[in-house]
């Protein structure tokens, strides 16, 4: 039974969903875990995310917000999220109230069997043109690395803190959106097993995404590219 948890979250110009969203973390996961904390890192936002966390924080002492001091890009405020997680199992999701929490119940059950539980949405809510890319973006993956996981992207990931410390933190390079690609591939390679679970997912309800961006899906290409390479050079 898991009783140590890390819940992380990059957050990006969410001003309008983030203190509903801690709000949403701490209801659900303090019933369920009696060691908790609560990392959220700030990238870089334009409007008042960061002001809105540490007034929360101050009132609820298992959060904890971490800032760039500029926009690094999604991987990299994932990158920093994970890797400053002290617990011994870290719940990454996004900060977008876009997912049910209580649907970490789905992924418990697996915890002993799996070193990272992985969710998939079912069915995925977002604009027609983000699912396109977002199922494109999988198969890609899959067709140059290898089967690791039907949605790769999917911000719903329980994941042993073992993967962190040996994986994540000397290994994976990308900053941007390959970075989940990035995390899966290397820690299937180490041989860390993987459980995926279907998990229900909403639509947005207040901000604006940033993934299907051209600037952001260039620099997806581009780091997938130069882990191909790196995958082939080690």
Same mark, same amino acid.
């Given at each position: 039974m898991?009783?140590?948890? +890390?819940?992380?979250?990059?957050a990006?110009?969410e001003?309008a969903? @983030? #203190?509903?969203? *801690?709000?949403? /973390?701490?209801?659900?996961? &303090? ?5 908790? #904390?609560?990392?959220?890192?700030n ?15 101050? =009132? ?6 971490? #800032? %760039?001091? &500029? ?6 405020? /994932?990158?920093?999220a ?11 999701? $996004? ?5 049910? !929490? ?9 915890? =002993? =069997?799996? $070193?990272?539980?992985?969710g ?17 973006w999988?198969? *890609? /993956? ?16 329980l994941?042993?803190?073992?993967? @962190? ?14 970075f989940?690609?990035? !995390? ?5 390679r180490?041989?860390?097993r @993987?459980?995926?679970?279907?998990? =229900? %997912? ?5 901000? +604006? ?5 051209w %600037? ?7 780091? *997938?590219?130069?882990?191909r ?6």
């Open positions: 898991i009783t140590s948890l +890390s819940v992380v979250m990059p990006y110009n001003e969903n @983030i #203190e509903g969203m *801690l709000a949403d /973390v701490l209801s659900v996961m &303090r019933p369920r875990f009696s060691d908790l #904390e609560v990392v959220v890192v990238d870089g936002s334009k409007d008042r995310t960061g002001e809105v966390v540490r007034a929360f924080a101050a =009132q609820h002492p298992e959060v904890r917000l971490v #800032e %760039h001091p &500029r926009n690094l890009g999604y991987g990299a405020a /994932v990158y920093t994970l890797t400053h997680a002290t617990r011994d199992y870290v719940f990454w999701t $996004d900060s977008d109230r876009q997912f049910v !929490l209580e649907d970490i119940d789905r992924l418990l059950p697996f915890a =002993q =069997q799996a $070193d990272l539980v992985v998939y949405r079912a069915p995925r809510r977002d604009p027609f043109l983000r699912v396109l890319f977002g199922m494109g999988s198969a *890609l /993956v899959t067709l140059l690395f290898g089967y690791t996981a039907r949605d790769i992207d999917c911000a719903f990931k994941i042993r803190r073992e993967v @962190i410390t040996k994986v994540v933190a000397p290994q994976v390079q990308s900053r941007g959106a390959t989940s690609a990035e !995390l899966l591939v290397r820690a299937k180490a041989g860390y @993987i459980k995926e679970v279907p998990v =229900q %997912h909403r639509p947005r309800r207040a901000g +604006s995404p940033t993934g299907a961006r %600037h952001v899906i260039g620099r997806a290409f581009r780091e *997938l590219v130069r882990f390479l790196q995958l082939w050079r080690e």
